[in-house]
Nanobody, 125 residues
Framework: QVLLVESGGGLVQAGGSLRLSCAAS????????MGWFRQAPGKAREFVTA???????IFSADSVKGRFSISRDSMNTISLQMASLNFDDTAVYYC???????????????????WGQGTQVTVSS
């Protein structure tokens, strides 16, 4: 069973920065494609950014380009560095990983087999 654990969420003022981390473990985990999604109250889960760990290809949503960056910290850990945060970034942020036989980045939540429990990010005015 694959386990993803997020950390680093919290309360931050608008314009501030925050760093989220995701640690993966478990039998059968292969670090091919990992990414971040978020879900605000009353809204659908949306793609934020993802990385193909085999070739370092990164894809990000337009809403976060230039402000958020994804990185691979170690074999089984990725991070999301967020800057210039605004109120619209308030959401629960989820770490996700595609199944071991999937090697392309996808923006659709349904294409991710493993999910963390989520970490709350709240941006205050």
């Amino acid at each position: 069973q694959v386990l993803l654990v997020e950390s680093g969420g919290g309360l931050v003022q608008a314009g501030g920065s925050l760093r989220l981390s995701c640690a993966a473990s478990g039998r059968g985990f292969t670090r091919n494609v990992m990414g971040w999604f978020r879900q605000a109250p009353g809204k659908a889960r949306e793609f934020v950014t993802a990385v193909n760990c085999a070739n370092s290809t990164i894809f990000s949503a337009d809403s976060v380009k230039g402000r958020f960056s994804i990185s691979r910290d170690s074999m089984n850990t990725i991070s999301l560095q967020m800057a210039s945060l605004n109120f619209d970034d308030t959401a629960v942020y989820y770490c996700a990983a595609r199944a071991s036989d999937r090697v392309t980045v996808s923006t659709a939540p349904i294409n991710y087999a493993h999910w963390g429990q989520g970490t709350q990010v709240t941006v205050s005015s």
